[in-house]
């Protein structure tokens, strides 16, 4: 009893825990975005596949609870410190835990598939859009962890081309001849990989935003870039 | 965002640590002189004041009073204390404001409750919380303090346990704290008598309040200090072990508020987590529990300022809430009763939260002053 009491007195401090555990979470749904990617792309599936991306969720979402649990601890034994930091956490924690769930979404829709994507009709569709949300993620953690502003602004480039392929993605769909199938499944996976681009940006561009503009981007930012 | 804002450095923490010891220097101190000025009053006020707190249940009402207004249990036991080593009151009649204290202390976290008012669940939850401590004070008072009337096993028990440790500590010859706390009691008492020239009495009047203005200097400095230099440490402890195992548990509890010298921090840090709902009522009472046995120290503390009467009624201090402890808390079916109070109160002011204003104000204040008032009258 004694020494779990002198581990739990060396633990590391509260903000660096939840630090920890967020990143966690990024690298999570980082891992299920490429494990879904391979399935939807190239048919591979590893055994167990939909247990794990439903266990990582799980994890994803578990983590989010656990790091609210801490911020409300902290603050209700510290009142006043950190608040700032706790405040962004509490919005960031919600865009993981979304992109998990839109991980999961990308998952579903390959079991709605009646056959395997065309990949060539894919790429002329998206291009390399699944390469630049793999970016995204990447720079995401980077930014997040050291507050890089200029990869933030980065991140903010990405996504902003990312939207506007999306909607023209709906666009091209919505004249297509395309079965309905192939349609439905092409048109979910442009809405949620916009979706996780825009949370991915959301928790980047937290760098560079005020507390009271989170998750709004001042449009002079984007033209900027 | 990697790096905690919230950072000290070596020096400042060095200074805050330097400035604990010189407050309590301070607070010994203020108990010290407490009882030299109540031995300048002269042993017809002594007598008047003894006469009044013989009879068990105003001393008791007395202490819950007290420290309801005060706030502070820390506050009036080391009071207490100092009032016991000036001979001022017995330990027999000290034991019952003891008792009366440990509730009176309670208020400040129903009060911090009260102030969840706005989000009706959130305050249900905030409100069982608090009075789950009242519930158990009030439950354990009212077992033990019959038992000490009619047995006075605390009086008893603690006298033995004071023997022996003034024994160990050299205290049986004078406190060694005496040592170093003699030349600022000379030094305060020379100030009042030869340089402003003041005849006895007037003279312990103003040592008197000058020794309760320090005691509340220290105590409320030194609480603030301490709670600066642990409090982050106690977070990491504190998420790790909280909801675990129920000893270890009410050991932090006891450790945290030994060192903040106030249950009253501990229990109401409490209220708000058990309000959001991350920690639930029956995780939190081991912690309360804990603050209850860590306030002791700062009566024991005090008591090493006095003689052995002084230690003896910190010891009373300790014994009744650890008493309280193995009575209620073992036993599933004992330990909900005070749970199950606080949850039934809980829901009663969730129907309308001025039933807790009252609640409050009349088992607070009302309470008590009346039944002082009726007492002395018989």
Known sequence: ?225 | MGQDIYQENGMMRTLKIIAVFLLLYTFLTSISLMGHAFKGFGSGFVETLIKTTSNPFIGFFVGLLATSIIQSSGTTTSMIVAFVAADVLTVRSAIPIIMGANIGTTVTNTLVAIGHFTRREEFKRALNCSTMHDFFNIMTAAILLPLELSTHYLERTAGFLARHFCEFSGMSVESPLNVIIKPAIRAIEGFFIVFMGLPQKPASIFMLLTALAILFFSLFFGIKLMHTLVIKRTEVVFNNILGKNAVLVMFMGVLFTALVHSSSVTTSLLVPIVASGILTVENAFPVTLGANLGTTFTAILASLAGNMAAVTIAFAHLLFNMTGIILIYPIKAIRRIPLRMAAKMAEFAYRNPLYAITYVFIVFFVIPTLLILISRAF
């Open chain 1, 1 to 225: 009893m004694f020494k779990n009491f002198l581990s739990f007195w060396k633990g590391k401090d509260f903000l660096s825990r939840i630090l920890d555990d967020f990143n966690k979470m990024l690298e999570d749904t980082e891992d299920m975005f490429s494990l879904v990617l391979n399935k939807l792309l190239d048919s591979k599936e590893e055994a167990g596949l939909k247990d794990k991306i439903y266990s990582v969720d799980k994890n994803v979402n578990d983590l989010e609870r656990e790091i609210r649990k801490r911020i409300v601890e902290h603050l209700s034994l510290q009142p006043g410190i950190d608040v700032p930091a706790c405040l962004l956490m509490m919005s960031v924690v919600k865009d993981a835990e979304r992109i998990g769930d839109y991980c999961k979404n990308l998952y579903e829709v390959t079991e709605f598939l009646k056959q395997p994507l065309d990949k060539n009709k894919f790429k002329q569709l998206f291009d390399d859009m699944d390469g630049e949300i793999i970016k995204e993620f990447s720079k995401t953690k980077t930014a997040f962890k050291d507050s890089d502003e200029n990869m933030a602004r980065e991140i903010l480039h990405i996504e902003s081309a990312i939207v506007k392929n999306c909607d023209a993605i709906l666009k091209k769909l919505s004249s297509s001849s395309l079965g309905a199938n192939e349609a439905v499944c092409y048109t979910l996976i442009a809405r949620y990989f916009k979706r996780i681009a825009a949370h991915l940006a959301n928790i980047g561009s937290s760098v560079i935003l005020p507390i009271s503009d989170l998750d709004f981007f001042d449009e002079n930012i984007r033209r900027e870039n």
